[in-house]
């Protein structure tokens, strides 16, 4: 018997997701296979990923996050602006401020004014068994390291750099964004053995020292508008290769994040929009409910 499942469609700078609130709704026991049904942009309601509100023992909500392809991953930073903006706009929360637990530990968001806001992204791992990734030793970074790649057949090699913001990035710096091969080279370098947990790729092209612009192949779900962790892992790793000043514009296809990095002791700041897009129901076939 199937089983009508409340969703609401949001995007934050075009990384789309559907948010569905199992504090008020029931849920369907398997995610992952949900996850796949609905995310589906022929078949289903069309997603990058799939966020779901839980009560938190440890925080004021926890968040949940599926990619397309039904994997479980630990963070996603466009993700926790939608999260939070459906909190509020859902009555959930009043407050400017709170604490959301991700896989990747607790994370607050904080309202910036209109349909802004503001995260407080802590600091990010550049330790390589941290990340993690076989590449660099020691304590890292892991910063403009050669990677022998095979695509479509034939060798070629990238120099990449790698961090994570509680989810693994490898960054590559390139000439010209727009005509890289991203969709060949993404996941040549996603599922590289030196990546255990595969890897966020972002392909960057610095316009100057306040601003780059960023393609994302993520992990469980190919190319996306989108990707603010990886807008903030690109931002790490350029302020370390002293390519780019302390505050920086990432310019992704579907609009613009704002990420400060003081200092190696300060958390990262990330500023950008989050809007809710339709809400409605979707059909659950594989049913069973369960909270």
Known sequence: MSQ?????KMHGAGNDFVVLDAIRDPMPRDFAAFSRQISDRNFGIGADQILVVRQSQDADFRMEIF????????????????FYKFLRDHGHTESDEIQVETLSGIVRPRWAGGDMIR???GLPVLE???????LGSGDGPVLDVSLDLT???????VVLSSASMGNPHAVVVVDDVDAYPVHTVGPEIENHAVFPNRVNV??????????????????????TLACGSGACAASVVSMLRDVVDRRVTVELRGGELEIEWADATSPI???G?????????IEDASAGTGA
Do not use: H, Y
Not at 4 to 8: L, N
Not at 273 to 281: D, H, I, L, N
């Open 67 to 82: 990619n397309a392809d039904g994997s479980q991953v630990e963070m996603c930073a466009n993700g926790i602006r939608a």
């Open 151 to 157: 695509v479509n057949g034939e060798a070629q090699s």
């Open 128 to 134: 390589p068994a941290k990340i993690p990734t076989t």
């Open 269 to 271: 700041l990330m500023t």
């Open 4 to 8: 009508s499942i409340p969703f609401t």
């Open 202 to 223: 972002e392909f960057i092209e610095i316009t100057d020292r306040s601003r780059f612009r960023q393609r994302t192949w993520e992990r469980g779900t190919g190319e």
């Open 273 to 281: 929009p989050a809007a809710e897009v339709f809400t409605g129901t």
């Open 119 to 121: 995260v407080d992204m």
